[in-house]
């Protein structure tokens, strides 16, 4: 008789979702200099996730620039949130945000790390 085994399941602290959720939210703190709470990273999420530009409480959405086929650079202005505008990059595959980036950025001012085959060295 075979023994069967149980698959461990991965726990939500194991997921990638939550090691870019915990990232952002320290991002947030360093750049624009206030705590980033788990339930407004969600609301975020949700009005990237839904597309959408005007949302009725008064947050607008606009599209920067695209990265790759996975991520996009957004813009939210939510001033209830921030009195600057907050650039994220938000994970299309996730629905989450990986990164916030720097106030003032803009798709002129974003560096791309290209790795062009040489070695630093």
């Known amino acids: 008789m075979k023994k069967k085994f149980k698959k461990n399941k991965p726990k939500k602290t194991d997921s990638k979702e939550f090691a ?3 990232h952002s939210r320290k991002r947030y703190a360093e750049r624009y ?3 980033l709470s788990h339930e407004t990273y969600l609301m975020l ?3 990237l996730k839904k597309g959408l530009s005007d949302y009725p409480d008064g947050t607008i959405v606009t599209h920067v ?3 790759s086929n996975r991520t996009t650079v957004k813009n939210i202005r939510a001033r ?3 009195s600057e505008d ?3 990059i938000y994970d299309k595959l996730r629905g989450t945000i990986c990164t916030f980036l720097p106030p003032g950025c803009d798709e ?3 560096q791309w790390n290209i790795f062009d085959g040489e070695e630093d060295g």
């Open 20 to 22: 870019q959720e915990i």
């Open 108 to 110: 002129n001012t974003i």
């Open 33 to 35: 200099g206030a705590e």
């Open 65 to 67: 620039i695209k990265q």
């Open 80 to 82: 209830h949130i921030c």
């Open 86 to 88: 907050i650039i994220a």
């Open 45 to 47: 999420c949700h009005y």
